[in-house]
Nanobody, 124 residues
Framework: QVQLVESGGGLVQAGGSLRLSCAVS????????MGWFRQAPGKERDFIST????????YYADSVKGRFTISRDNAKNTVYLQMNSLKPEDTAVYYC?????????????????WGQGTQVTVSS
């Protein structure tokens, strides 16, 4: 079993920054591709970003490209999401997830384990 715990959410003004962390335990962290998703009230959980097992490959949704940066530290079993130039529409609960395998890391169904989420609220 793999446990994921997100932290770093909070309230920030538009244009500000936050860094989310997701600590992973239970299995070998470097065996998993990691992803970040978010879910606003009344909406589906949407893909934001993913990073390969080594950290050498990343991919972003168009809505966050150029503003968000995903990274991982395999020695610390942690994945990060640096969020800059935040907008009110970024307000959501942010989830990290771990995938052991799969072909399309933008799909929720490809992820095996999920964290409990952390709230990010961006005020205008």
């Amino acid at each position: 079993q793999v446990q994921l715990v997100e932290s770093g959410g909070g309230l920030v003004q538009a244009g500000g920054s936050l860094r989310l962390s997701c600590a992973v335990s239970g299995r070998t962290f470097s065996n998993y591709r990691m992803g970040w998703f978010r879910q606003a009230p009344g909406k589906e959980r949407d893909f934001i970003s993913t990073i390969s097992r080594s950290g050498g490959n990343t991919y972003y949704a168009d809505s966050v490209k150029g503003r968000f940066t995903i990274s991982r530290d395999n020695a610390k079993n942690t994945v990060y999401l640096q969020m800059n130039s935040l907008k009110p529409e970024d307000t959501a609960v942010y989830y990290c997830a771990a995938a052991a395998a799969g072909w399309n890391p933008t799909r929720r169904e490809e992820y095996d384990y999920w964290g409990q989420g952390t709230q990010v609220t961006v005020s205008s």
